[in-house]
Every structure is written in structure tokens, then in C-alpha cells.
């Protein structure tokens, strides 16, 4: 006779076999011929108070799922909840196995057999890793991000996955906080487009098991945490909250996202998480939500800290009165809100609006049809790392790569006849490029650099470290182990370089030295880099510098040093093809800035899209009393919306087909494009306004529109934008949204910088 455990393994492996192919019956209606409210209402009406607030109750994956039942302590408790029906979501379970054997026991073992939600942090990829976001908005290709996206929910959604912790959508203009990776950058327009771009990639059609749940965070205000320390207080006015902050969430839930994440940060003052305004009154009300908002991790009870709620009891009061709808590993709910509804201080109406929220986005994503509908053992099997998601992640990586200086033609390189010195750890690499949070990837699954640059075999390639960035590596001390001493490599790269027709320097920050919190108050090239860099100069000027990096460095030594500099960010799986594709001219350089680059990182915060003072520039001769510093110039060192190419475009000729622009009607303005070289190209024409006089003051200038024009050898396009009404509203001191009369100035260019302007006068 055989064991209990060999039966049990049996019976295992046949739900392995069969179990995901054959939707099993669940115990409550589901009558197709009814509308999902009505469905959604018959379960609550029957759901005990425990079932109700274990919907709002999300827990992180806990045990070997698959292996013996936990038996005592934390992990028995979860498997014990997950059980009674006492839990609604979990994080962290990946894998086709895992999923499905606790998709079972949710469905089969339970009272009412609700199905669970599995999310996971797939931010820019699952096993084939993409570029960074902050990578991916520097192409400003809206459809190749998109492509992006869907990869990784494809990916995501083999192993079981049927939720992401995406897109971040804050806006930010401190590159000292380590997730300006995570996100679009420093500009509500570009990141509104990018944000809708994202959550279309990741959502699409919710009937497909190729799309996952998307989800819009951190509402609101992280980007502009204080000193770009993570965590951080936030503190910023109505009218930066509503015109800066606000937009791209606003453009996600346009989108149609369907989950929404609260911030760790305060907000003026209240932690978002118990922020009711935030998530009451403007998301669920004004702006009428209708999907439902998940905590981060442990935020709710962080609210004790923040020195705003007494303790658990009270930090799950105010985030659920606050529209905080589930717990994501605080235990806050599923250990306080019974007491707190038959105290009174919670309304059970509360309780119900919130698991009704859960509760329709399960039945949107198709789950109570078929909870199995994320498992299946042959999709994930030949899915994951698809040819087709390779070549699309090397495309984005591509557009991702931004073009800084190229003096004298140095780039593209000779395919041919040249000696080359590679230089630099980061060259080498295999696992930096996946960059921060992609925590699926196998570690040394990027392609390098060097492997890349080998592809191009006609050139004689040599290749030395010079010096580790860092001494050790782990995921969360990366600060202790960067190397400020070890220069024991440079002899050999300067030897190479002293012998080499071009030097190619792969310097900049490793992959987990950017994210989430991992900031930084010296934003030049960590450890002895900037000092190898300065000695290869030495014997070799000729010096391509490759930056690897999550956030703008300033490098101004670089900046005026170095002839060629590309910024390629941390691109994934194929970096070193991308990388390889652009210095050999097999692509043509297109990407443009998200962000602001410093000359020093006294100047951050630095942004494109600033105001006024009264004094901005000097008054007479010499005087001091104006806005500046007196050891730094004011301007950047690359500004927002900047990169080259290896072609020359010229713009000139800019036309408004009038200058009156009243209600309902729209004006053309207009400028020529011109490719004044042999190198066919794109470039991206990029729109901003500046609003004259309004009843809050305005920013020097506002990006509100661009287009990706293609050119081929000394072609001219004219290229062509429209102006309505609504592109040229605010936030104003009405504190609402409205277009307010007056004069707006127009440019047109390749950057936050563009010089050709009109002027146009909207009237009411």
C-alpha cells in the first residue's frame, strides 16, 4: 500500500496534468445573463464579516507551496486564512505550480470558492528584462513602450501572474531619489503619455490571459519626497499637486486601470495612505474610480510611526475610512476590522463598497469564469524568453539610447582597421544591465557590452576592467560596498588605451545602486571611476564614455572633456547588442532626455519647466541680487527633451495659421524639418507653450505634444501641430481645471531649449 504523502503527490500531479485545462464550479451564482454588479452584490449579501474583510486582505508568498504544509507560526496562520476564505490577494507567488496550487485551495477548499489575486513586481519585464522605465521614456516611442509592457505581462501572465505593481507614474525632478528609475521623468505631459501607454501594454483586453491587471502608484506625491531620501515627507502646494503631480494618474485611470496604489510618503502633512482626499474624495469621487486602491507594503501600519495613528487599530480605521481598500502585509484589517465595525468606528457600508471593488476587478479579469485562467503549464514552458520578446526588448533598448555629445564624428565607429580599448567593470557585466527591480530575471542573463562588441569582429577589441565599482554586491547594502580604494587595474587599461585608435569607457552606476531605496547625495561616477576616467584621458583623448546609469549623473568634467558620451541607462536583456547596434552605427541614436541632467548636485532640484522670479537674471552689471549661485551657472548640463543624432536635423520656419484661438476651434502651427546630412534618422519634434499672465503664475515653459519624424538623407518635412483650448488649461487659482484668456507663446524644437517661436492669443 502506498504512503498518504505518495497519494497526495499523485493527486497533485493530476491537478497538475488536468487541474488547469478544467474550470471548477465555484459555490456561488455566477449566471452569465447577469450584469457583474448584480453578481458582485448576491456574493456580498452573503458573505460573513470575516469573508468580507479577508477580500481586503493581501499576504506575501510564505511557504514551499507545493511541499509539506506549514504547521506552526506565521506560515500556518496564512495557509490557515487562505483556507477560511480570510484572504483576497497575495504577492511574491510566481510559477505555474505554485499558483495554481493555491488558486485551489481559495476555490475548492473554501465556504464561497473566491478566487485570488497574484501580483508581482513585473516593472519593466519578467524573465526578458526591458529597459528601465526612466530608459523607456527616453524614447518617447509610445507604441514601442506599449510592445514593452505587453511583453511582460505575456511573460508575467505564463507563470501565474494575473496583477503587476505597475506602471510608477510619479513625477520627479530629483535624480538624488533612487526610483526616478521606476518612472517617466520629470514632466506631467510626457509621463500622462507614457502612463497610458503602459497601462494599455499591461491591461489590453482583460478577456485575454496575455494581459494582467495594471496598476497606477504611488498615489501621490513620492517623487518629490525632501533631500530625494526615500520615504520622505512631502510637502507642496494645491496648485503643484493639481498641475504637476496629478496628471499622469488622471491619464492611467483614463486608460482604464483598474487598481491604484497609496504612497509610504506624508502628504502636507496627512501619510497618503490614510489620505482621505487623495482617495476618497478626489479618486473615488470627483474623479469616479471604480476599481479599488491596494496599500504598499506595510504602509498602513507605517502610519504609527509617521506619529498619525496610535497603533494597528487606529492606522486601519483611518485607512480604510480613507478609502485605503487593501492591506498589503500589514494585518491591520483581517486582525482589526471586525473589532472596529462593532465598535462603530468603521461602517460595515465601508467594508462592503471596498470588497465590491475587489470583487468586480475579479470578475473583470475574467476569474470567477475561470479561476485557472493563468495556468497553464505548456504556455509558460514556451513563453518565457520567446525569440519574438527578445527582439522587441532590443528594440526599445535602441530608441532608449540617448546621443550627448559627438565631437568631431568620432561615432559611429569604423567597422573595420580599428584597434579598440574597452574599458571599465561595467563592460563586462552580465547582470547590471537588468537594472533595479527585476526580480524574476536570472542573474548574468544580460547580454554585455563586450559580448556585444565582439559581434562586430573586423575591429581588434581589447578588454580591461580598470576597476570594479564595487567590492561586493547584495540586493540591500549596496551603499557599504562600493570601491573608493582598489586602483590596482588601471596599469593594464591605461596600457590598452595608450595603444588604441579609440577608447570605448563603460563607466557609471551598477544596476542596484538605483531604485527603490537606494538614493544618493553624490550623483557623480561612484567610487575611483571619475579618477580612471581622468588617467585613461591622459594618454588617449580619443574616448568614448558609454554611461550606465538609473538616474542623471553630473558629470561636468566629462562634459567638457570627453568627445563622444552616450546615455544608454540600464537596458536589459539585450543591452549589449543595443549598445554594440549604436557605436557602430547600425542604429541611428534617437532617444531624448526625461530628464534634466546637473552640472552639480547643489543644482537639484532642476527642471526645465520652472518659474519666474522676480529677479531670473541679472539687472545691471555685476550685481549679485538675482536668482543664482555664485559658484555655478543656472542651466544644466543637458536639458529635458535633449540627444543627438547621427544625423543633422535643422528646424527653421516656424507658422501659425492664425493668432486668435477661440473656444472650440483650433490653430496649426507648423515648422520645417530639415535632415541636412547623407545619415537617414528620426527625430523627435517636441511642442512647448508658455502661458504670459495667468491667475497662478506659470512656468517658463510647458511641453504639450511631440511627434517622431523619420528622415531620410536631405529631406524636409514640414511637421505640424494643433492648439485647442484644452491643451492650454491649468489648474488654476479657481482650483479647477479651465483655459484662461490671454497671450501664450509657442516653440518648436529638439529640446526643452527650442529657440523657434510664435505667438498666439486665446480668447474667450
Known sequence: M?????????????????????????????????????????????????????????????????????????????????????????????????????QKIAVEQTRLGIPLLFGFDVIHGYKTISPIPLAEAASWD??????????AAEEAASVGINWTFAPMVDISRDARWGRVMEGAGEDSFLGSKIAEARVNGFQGDLKSTKNILACAKHFAGYGFAESGKDYNTVNV???????????????????????????????????????????????????NFDGFVVSDWGSINEMIVHGYAKDSKHAAELAINAGSDVDMESYAYVENLKALIKEGKVREQTLNESVRRVLRVKYELGLFDNPYKYCNDSIEKVTLGKTEFQEGVLDIAKKSIVLLKNENNLLPLKKSGQKIALIGALASDKTSPLG???????????????????????????????????????????????????????????????????????????????????????????????????????V???????????????????ATHIPAIIETWHLGTQSGNAIAQVLYGDYNPSGKLPMTFPRNVGQVPIY????????????????????????????????????????????????????????????????????????????????????????????????????????????????????????????TANNKWETEEGLFKVFIGGSSDAKLETEIYFKK
Request: aromatic share 10%; hydrophobic share 40%.
Open 142 to 151: 509610445l507604441i514601442a513602450i506599449k510592445k514593452s509592457a505587453q511583453i
Open 237 to 287: 502646494s494645491n496648485e503643484l499637486l493639481h498641475n504637476t503631480i496629478l496628471p499622469p494618474f488622471k491619464a492611467a485611470l483614463n486608460a482604464g486601470v483598474k487598481t491604484f496604489m497609496n504612497s509610504f510618503n506624508e502628504l502636507n502633512g496627512i501619510p497618503a495612505t490614510g489620505n482621505r482626499y487623495l482617495q476618497r474624495d478626489l479618486l473615488k469621487g470627483e474623479w
Open 608 to 731: 526645465y519647466n520652472y518659474k519666474n522670479t522676480g529677479r531670473p537674471t541679472m539687472s545691471e552689471p555685476d550685481s549679485v541680487f538675482w536668482s543664482h549661485y555664485i559658484d555655478e551657472k543656472n542651466t544644466p548640463l543637458f536639458p529635458f527633451g535633449f540627444g543627438l543624432s547621427y544625423s543633422n536635423f535643422e528646424y527653421s520656419n516656424i507658422t501659425a495659421s492664425k493668432n486668435i484661438l477661440e473656444s472650440n476651434q483650433f490653430i496649426e502651427v507648423s515648422v520645417m524639418l530639415k535632415n541636412n546630412s547623407s545619415v537617414p534618422g528620426r527625430e523627435v519634434v517636441q511642442l512647448y507653450t508658455r502661458d504670459m499672465i495667468g491667475s497662478l503664475t506659470r512656468p517658463v515653459k510647458e511641453l504639450k505634444g511631440f511627434e517622431l519624424i523619420d528622415l531620410g538623407p536631405f529631406e524636409s518635412k514640414r511637421v505640424t501641430f494643433k492648439i485647442d483650448e484644452k491643451m492650454l488649461a491649468f489648474y
Open 436 to 538: 533595479s527591480w527585476r526580480i524574476a530575471a536570472d542573474e548574468n542573463s544580460a547580454v554585455s557590452v563586450l559580448e556585444g562588441m565582439k559581434n562586430y569582429p573586423n575591429n581588434e577589441l581589447k578588454y580591461a576592467k580598470g576597476a570594479d565599482v564595487a567590492i561586493g554586491r547584495t540586493e540591500f547594502m549596496w551603499e557599504t560596498l562600493i570601491n573608493n580604494v582598489d586602483t590596482s587595474g588601471f596599469s593594464e587599461a591605461i596600457e590598452n588605451a595608450k595603444k588604441a585608435d579609440v577608447v570605448i569607457m563603460v563607466l557609471g552606476e551598477h544596476g542596484l545602486q538605483s531604485g527603490e531605496g537606494r538614493s544618493r547625495a553624490d550623483i557623480g561616477l561612484p567610487g575611483v571611476q571619475q579618477q580612471l576616467l581622468e588617467e585613461v584621458y591622459k
Open 540 to 558: 588617449n583623448k580619443n574616448i568614448v564614455l558609454v554611461l550606465t546609469n538609473g538616474r542623471p549623473l553630473a558629470i561636468p568634467w566629462a
Open 2 to 102: 502506498k504512503s498518504k504523502s505518495n497519494i497526495l503527490s499523485i493527486l497533485f500531479l493530476y491537478y497538475i496534468v488536468v487541474g488547469c485545462s478544467v474550470s471548477k464550479p465555484i459555490k456561488i451564482n455566477n449566471n452569465a445573463n447577469t450584469t457583474i454588479e448584480f453578481k458582485v452584490d448576491s456574493i456580498v449579501n452573503i458573505m460573513t464579516l470575516d469573508e468580507k474583510i479577508g477580500q481586503l486582505n493581501q499576504y506575501n508568498g510564505f511557504w514551499d507551496i507545493t511541499g509539506p504544509l506549514p504547521k506552526d507560526g506565521q506560515a500556518a496562520q496564512k495557509y490557515d486564512h487562505i483556507k477560511k476564505g480570510l484572504v483576497g490577494s497575495m504577492l511574491n507567488v510566481k510559477g505555474f505550480k505554485d499558483v495554481y496550487a493555491l
